[in-house]
């Protein structure tokens, strides 16, 4: 090889990595990650450096449930005709006290109890899903109503629930392997999952082109009351699961278990980059928004700042973030 063949493979090679960290950095995920390790640094600072590590795998276990809760929103949001699922919170928490009510803490009852939550989830997405496609109610009025019932069942069905999660899924939210943890692999294998049911199969290509274009995907083959329908039911499903392993991480089922998810559920999706106007999800946007969200509350604490306030940044952020999305030459 001569020193001139050497020089256009090296220059092909910069230009190639040139290329790759411009879209890196002109991905709509991109803030999200850099306001990850904005935050993580801030509290590593303001702690002296202490636990550097330890705190960003607290982020992973608990930013985990809402990375879960928050990926069956993004499919609801991607599907467009305004879907926002509002009884992601009531789900959860219904589904932790039927799942700790069937486990009892035993190991023996592991699968069932995960199970049990899993078919009380995909049951309330059913309900939302046929509230919104065949009765046509707005999907926010639908799914909250649906959750305020499901907030009663919850309230009636707990002055009766003694049970507890079983202690080998209790195990499995805390374990580590090595210095990271078990959870957070789940999270990983979870997002991956999800990322290529929607952008790898037909399915996933589908509800984009639905939140895109209702018409144009009905012209195409597709159809859109289906599809949106689904994503109610993928939602429901997966807020099921987040109820389930945030039961286990906290020792036992909570009637304000959910709370924190509501608003949390839908931040993650919008600060992961996807467009609230459907069309288009990112499941690494996601992840780091979960992640994010959950250091930024980490930060609250660490700070001594008050829950409301927190609530109230987290509003900001989100306003900002869809702000900037609506600008002018905004990137869609």
Not at 71 to 91: A, C, E, R
Not at 144 to 159: E, N
Not at 253 to 259: E, P, Q, V
Not at 309 to 322: A, D
């Amino acid at each position: 090889m001569t020193t001139a063949d050497a020089k256009r493979l090296r220059g092909a090679d910069e230009r190639m990595a040139a290329g790759l960290v411009g879209r890196a950095l002109r991905h709509p995920s991109f803030p999200a990650f850099v306001g990850m390790v904005a935050i993580w640094l801030a509290i590593v600072a303001l702690s002296s450096g202490r636990g550097w590590w330890d705190t960003f795998t607290a982020a992973v276990i608990v930013g985990t449930i809402l990375l879960i809760a928050g990926l069956g929103q993004m499919f609801v949001i991607t599907g467009g005709n305004g879907g926002i699922d509002l009884s992601v919170s009531y789900v959860m928490t219904l589904c932790a006290f039927f799942s700790c009510d069937v486990m009892g803490g035993s190991d023996a009852q592991l699968w069932p109890g995960i199970l049990a939550g899993l078919a009380i989830g995909v049951a309330a997405g059913l309900i939302n899903a046929c509230l919104i496609e065949l009765v046509r109610m707005p999907p926010l009025v639908a799914t909250l109503a649906v959750g305020f019932t499901l907030q009663t069942i919850t309230l009636i069905y707990s002055g009766s629930v003694v049970g507890v999660s079983s202690p080998a899924l209790r195990t499995f939210t805390t374990a580590q392997w090595g210095p990271v943890p078990v959870i957070g692999i789940f999270g990983v294998a979870v997002a991956v999952l999800a990322y290529v049911v929607l952008k790898r199969t037909s399915y996933g290509r589908r509800i984009e082109a639905v939140g895109q274009n209702a018409i144009a995907a009905g012209l195409a083959g597709a159809r859109p009351s289906l599809i949106r329908a689904s994503t109610y039911v993928v939602s429901a499903g997966l807020a099921g699961l987040a109820g389930v392993l945030a039961a286990a991480y906290a020792g036992g089922a909570a009637r304000n278990l959910g709370d924190n998810y509501q608003l949390a559920s839908i931040a993650v999706v919008v600060l992961g980059g996807s467009l609230i106007a459907g069309g288009r999800g990112l499941v690494s946007g996601v992840w780091a928004g979960a992640i994010l969200l959950t250091l930024l509350s980490t930060l609250g604490n660490v700070t001594r700042l008050a829950a409301g306030w927190q609530f109230v940044i987290q509003g900001v952020l989100i306003v900002l973030v869809l702000a900037l999305t609506r600008a002018p030459g905004a990137r869609r």
